[in-house]
């Protein structure tokens, strides 16, 4: 496996079967519940660039519901799911 250039926040790895991105940060229970994926797999660095952007700004969002999540559980109020 060679290292490629890849978004910020992202590891980038070429191999035999594609390109590779993993993240360099942990993801939330919460943003992985929600569709945040922590690698990625891709035919080409163009494809691989796209997924990387769009799972970047998809933790942000969700990340940004799980604080006003967060924010409406007041005293005796659970955060989490339901």
Not at 29 to 49: K, P, S, T
């Amino acid at each position: 496996m060679s290292v490629i250039k890849c978004m910020p926040g992202w590891h980038g790895e070429r191999s035999d079967h594609g390109l590779r991105a993993t993240r360099m940060t942990p993801l939330s229970d919460y943003q992985l519940l929600n569709g945040c994926l922590d690698e990625i797999v891709a035919a080409d660095e163009g494809e691989l660039w796209l997924l990387c952007d769009a799972q970047t700004r998809l933790a942000e969002r969700v990340a940004t519901a799980e604080r006003l999540r967060a924010g409406r559980a007041g005293p005796g109020r659970r955060a989490g799911p339901g």
